[in-house]
């Protein structure tokens, strides 16, 4: 059972001295907050946090380096994880590097990222760590 606070929102009302359980989109929203792959940032407030322009955001994603999602309204929306990707390419951008070649070497930088944790997974692989091998 819920009682309307506010337009939108639910509380749990407590049934026979029991709290009811809270809507499962609660804790879907909680766990927004460690989500690197949740796309919250607007374009603008993505620009300022990496020290860019939104033609910059842009044109790393006409690149394809990064796709940001799109807000039901059409807006470009990046996550923690497409600003980490982001800002190194401005890095390399501030260095002299044009665009297109800064995006492909973030690009390999990432490949080889991945390429040397799954190298070392298999390596060391779950059951010897677990059992102490």
Sequence with gaps: MT???????????????????????????????????FPAYTMGRAAEMIGATPAFLRAIGEARLITPLRSEGGHRRYSRYQLRIAARARELVDQGTPVGAACRIVILEDQLDEALRLNEELRHPASEVSTGV
Excluded: I, L
């Excluded at 309307?4 to 907050?33: C, I, K, L, M, Y």
């Design 3 to 37: 009682a309307d606070r506010s337009e939108g929102s639910e509380v749990p009302v407590t049934v026979d001295n029991q709290q009811a359980p809270s809507p499962p989109r609660e804790e879907h929203a909680r766990d927004r907050f460690d989500d690197d792959d």
